[in-house]
T-cell receptor
Framework: DVKVTQSSRYLVKRTGEKVFLECVQD?????MFWYRQDPGLGLRLIYF???????EKGDIPEGYSVSREKKERFSLILESASTNQTSMYLC????????????FGEGSWLTVV | GENVEQHPSTLSVQEGDSAVIKCTYS??????FPWYKQELGKRPQLIID?????GEKKDQRIAVTLNKTAKHFSLHITETQPEDSAVYFC????????????FGTGTSLTVIP
């Protein structure tokens, strides 16, 4: 079974703090994604990466950055957390070939106070 | 880029009845259409998918249909059970967009016992 692991399930951070969300996958997937999930808005893509050290902006990259130093690990960084970044963050991965399933991690619930 | 619209946003059915969720997409190059089920507090999980060279696919009580000409696809759940209650997301993916996945905004299905 594919395993996508998000190290932090629940976090509470203060406004202005730097936040790291880590994601690791064990299936040698080329593609990795970070989504944000909010009620009524579905899953919105923040950033994705199709290879080590490569990154592409998604639909809502403002206020976020990412890092992919190793194939299995994709990190989401909030340089200066704000209350409007309180949300559920989902990491996902897939093979690079067309028509391959995307697998999700368990999610990280971030509250910024 | 791709735009995926999903309807309805909420759906309530009596146990044993059928449920239908519809999605439309805008990019004619999209060729892979997965459906995900997300139970409360859990990760989205793939329940069925369809590729553009197929018009219909069935797996026990779940079926998906695809109309490429009209650019819409639908999820059909028959003989619904309380454990089918969840949020369902449709998605579309295309090699043209780097195999990004574009998600609908979700349908909250409630099956009333």
């Amino acid at each position: 079974d594919v395993k996508v692991t998000q190290s932090s399930r629940y976090l509470v951070k203060r406004t202005g703090e730097k936040v790291f969300l880590e994601c690791v996958q064990d299936m040698d997937h080329e593609n990795m994604f970070w989504y944000r999930q909010d009620p009524g808005l579905g899953l919105r893509l923040i950033y994705f990466s199709y290879d080590v050290k490569m990154k592409e902006k998604g639909d809502i990259p403002e206020g976020y950055s990412v890092s992919r130093e190793k194939k299995e690990r994709f990190s989401l960084i909030l340089e200066s957390a704000s209350t409007n970044q309180t949300s559920m963050y989902l990491c996902a991965s897939s093979h690079s070939s067309s028509g391959n399933t995307i697998y999700f991690g368990e999610g990280s619930w971030l509250t910024v106070v | 880029g791709e735009n995926v619209e999903q309807h309805p946003s909420t759906l309530s059915v009596q146990e044993g009845d059928s449920a239908v969720i519809k999605c439309t997409y805008s990019d004619s190059a999209s060729n892979y259409f997965p459906w995900y089920k997300q139970e409360l507090g859990k990760r989205p999980q793939l329940i069925i998918d369809i590729r553009s060279n197929v018009g219909e696919k069935k797996d026990q009580r779940i079926a998906v249909t695809l109309n490429k000409t009209a650019k819409h696809f639908s999820l059909h759940i028959t003989e619904t059970q309380p454990e089918d209650s969840a949020v369902y997301f449709c998605a579309a993916s295309s090699k043209n967009t780097g195999n990004q996945f574009y998600f609908g905004t979700g349908t909250s299905l409630t099956v009333i016992p």
